[in-house]
């Protein structure tokens, strides 16, 4: 369960990465740093559209119904991959 977790935090990052067209890698990126900032320390996501879209994309590859996504799974990507961890269908995660 810690490597599918493992491997769903990355998947998270990349399509954060995606979204947000940053040029990082997910390992550039915290686990536990917040989505949203506040003024002394700045979060990920500054527009809270992206959200929408993440949760789309998730939603999508998780078959994670978009009423499950609320505030506390979007706090930071560990929050967001044990929201994503109960719906996984084993054969959706790709192990590297």
Same mark, same amino acid.
Do not use: C, H
């Given at each position: 369960m810690d490597q599918q !977790?493992?491997?769903i935090k990355t998947e998270i990052k990349e399509v954060i990465i995606d979204i947000l067209r940053l040029n990082v890698s997910p390992e550039?990126?915290?686990d536990d740093q917040n989505f949203f900032?506040?003024?002394t320390e700045?979060?990920?996501i500054e527009d809270s559209l992206v959200? !929408?879209?993440i949760a789309t994309v998730l939603?999508?590859?998780y078959d994670i119904p978009p009423t499950e996504?609320?505030?506390e799974s979007f706090v930071n990507v560990t929050s967001l991959a044990?929201?994503?961890l109960k719906f996984v269908n084993a054969d959706k995660i790709t192990t590297s």
């Amino acid at each position: 369960m810690d490597q599918q !977790l493992s491997v769903i935090k990355t998947e998270i990052k990349e399509v954060i990465i995606d979204i947000l067209r940053l040029n990082v890698s997910p390992e550039d990126i915290d686990d536990d740093q917040n989505f949203f900032g506040t003024e002394t320390e700045p979060g990920i996501i500054e527009d809270s559209l992206v959200i !929408l879209e993440i949760a789309t994309v998730l939603s999508e590859k998780y078959d994670i119904p978009p009423t499950e996504f609320n505030e506390e799974s979007f706090v930071n990507v560990t929050s967001l991959a044990e929201l994503t961890l109960k719906f996984v269908n084993a054969d959706k995660i790709t192990t590297s």
